[in-house]
């Protein structure tokens, strides 16, 4: 079974459009290095909570939207060895979390084992 590697994020609504971009270009290097799918959701339903939510794990902010996303893989081994490659090769090209167009201390991560995966 695939593997998952899951993100939640807080992106300026004016960076949409840089975002996309920067995910686009991301997803070049995590194709090379054997990532399966890559998927960017931009949110624009997500409710306020009162115990918790996207909004209060963020620290969104009112000018932020809440992205959620992922990136597949064939197993946990090919996204340790696909994610050490993908990430030498981004430090490489010079990009670090202080040049994203989000605040990367607020983004948060993990890798999940798919315990049940239905397609219509």
């Not at 079974?1 to 459009?17: I, Q, R, S, W």
């Not at 997500?46 to 939510?53: A, H």
């Not at 969104?60 to 060895?81: M, T, V």
Request: net charge neutral; hydrophobic share 40%.
């Amino acid at each position: 079974m695939t593997y998952v590697d899951g993100f939640v994020l807080a992106v300026p609504k004016d960076n949409k459009e840089t975002y996309r971009k920067m995910a686009a270009e991301a997803w070049t290097v995590f194709k090379k290095h054997g990532a399966l799918r890559q998927v960017e959701c931009w949110g624009d339903d997500v409710p306020e909570g009162k115990l918790t939510s996207f909004t209060i794990a963020l620290q969104r902010k009112a000018d932020e939207a809440a992205l959620f996303s992922w990136i597949e893989w064939p197993s946990k081994e090919a996204r340790d060895k696909g994610n050490a490659a993908a990430m030498e090769e981004f430090s490489a090209k010079g990009h670090t979390l202080d040049k994203l167009p989000f605040d990367g201390k607020r983004m948060f991560w993990g890798g999940f084992q798919p315990i049940v995966d239905e397609r219509r």
